[in-house]
């Protein structure tokens, strides 16, 4: 097995699990012609191992500009990478959000509440743009993918994103109940 870099290392840390199904060379050849036949590696090794995967939970990171979604100590979050097959992709997503995003902006990720992880058609910088923010809605998370991904920590490096309610009570009716200790019978 190849010796991993800090990046391919960092990206087991912060995702749940590998997806290892192949993207089809048309894919690989429609994603090119978004960024002007050029993929940086980075990307193109997000896509091989971590497209439509969720990132763990406990993992936030610190956007070059803070957004207002972000804690007060500026942790942000992020939920995926889109792939290129299902409902949400990132073809999908460029006919979707066509017209609303800044022109030189493609959406390559999920975040929260129907915002996005954009990559700039003409350089490598990420940015975050947020749907329903009027004014200013498009942010900096990083210089680069490399840099956006080599900028996520665990919670416990950011006391003010954990919010950890547990359970407070649950009540269930009468009836429910009833049909619950029917259910063994």
């Not at 915002?115 to 809605?137: E, F, M, T, V």
């Not at 942010?139 to 665990?154: C, E, I, N, P």
């Not at 407070?168 to 619950?180: A, I, K, P, Y």
Request: proline share 3%; hydrophobic share 35%; with cysteine.
């Amino acid at each position: 097995m190849p010796q991993m870099n800090d990046f391919e290392k960092k990206c087991y840390e912060i995702f749940e699990k590998e997806n290892k199904e192949a993207i089809e060379g048309k894919d690989w050849e429609r994603i090119a012609e978004l960024f002007d036949k050029t993929i940086d590696d980075e990307y193109r090794w997000i896509l091989d191992h971590f497209r439509d995967v969720f990132v763990k939970e406990e993992m936030n990171f610190k956007a070059v500009e803070k957004t207002p979604l972000a804690t007060e100590d500026g942790w942000e979050t992020f939920s995926y990478f889109f792939g290129v097959s299902g409902k949400e992709n990132i073809f999908t997503a460029v006919d979707r959000y066509q017209g609303q995003l800044p022109a030189d902006l493609i959406p390559i990720g999920s975040i929260d509440g129907g915002n996005l992880l954009c990559r700039n058609r003409n350089n490598p910088s990420i940015y975050i743009w947020l749907h329903d923010q009027a004014g200013k809605n498009v942010y900096l998370a990083g210089k680069s993918l490399k840099d956006f991904v080599m900028g996520f920590q665990r919670n416990q490096d950011c006391a003010s994103c954990q919010k950890d309610l547990g359970v407070t009570g649950v009540r269930l009716s009468q009836e429910l109940l009833n049909e619950l200790m029917g259910l063994g019978k």
